[in-house]
């Protein structure tokens, strides 16, 4: 198993960037695929970007363009490079690792992005 565990997280202004990471602690790193989801006070969580094990990514259509997941196997960790944040990206964004029926979550990290 894995155990992800997210930092990077902060206050920021509207415009400003922001990279979150993930280490993953655990074996087998590389054979899981990877994703950042967020929770806003309220709302449920949402995917906000993936990268699967071969390297291939998806985004939530809120955040094309603006955010990057990458990963670097060799670490043991997934990035989350978000540019040109706005107020409404504000929320607690979990890692997750996911293979087969195996699923494991971070204790997630809060990113808030005001004036």
């Known amino acids: 198993q894995v155990q992800p565990v997210e930092s990077g997280g902060g206050l920021v202004q509207p415009g400003e960037s922001l990279r979150l990471s993930c280490a993953a602690s655990?074996?087998?790193?590389?054979?899981?695929?990877m994703a950042w989801y967020r929770q806003a006070p309220g709302k449920q969580r949402e995917l906000v970007a993936a990268?699967?094990?071969?390297?291939?990514?998806n985004y939530a259509d809120s955040v094309k363009g603006r955010f990057t997941i990458s990963r670097d196997n060799a670490k043991t960790t997934v990035y989350l490079q978000m540019d040109s944040l706005k107020p409404e990206d504000t929320a607690v964004y979990y890692c997750?690792?996911?293979?087969?029926?195996?699923?494991?979550w971070g204790q997630g990290t809060q990113v808030t992005v005001s004036s």
């Open positions: 990268v699967t094990a071969g390297g291939s990514t």
């Open positions: 655990g074996s087998a790193f590389s054979l899981y695929a």
């Open positions: 997750n690792a996911k293979r087969l029926m195996w699923s494991y």
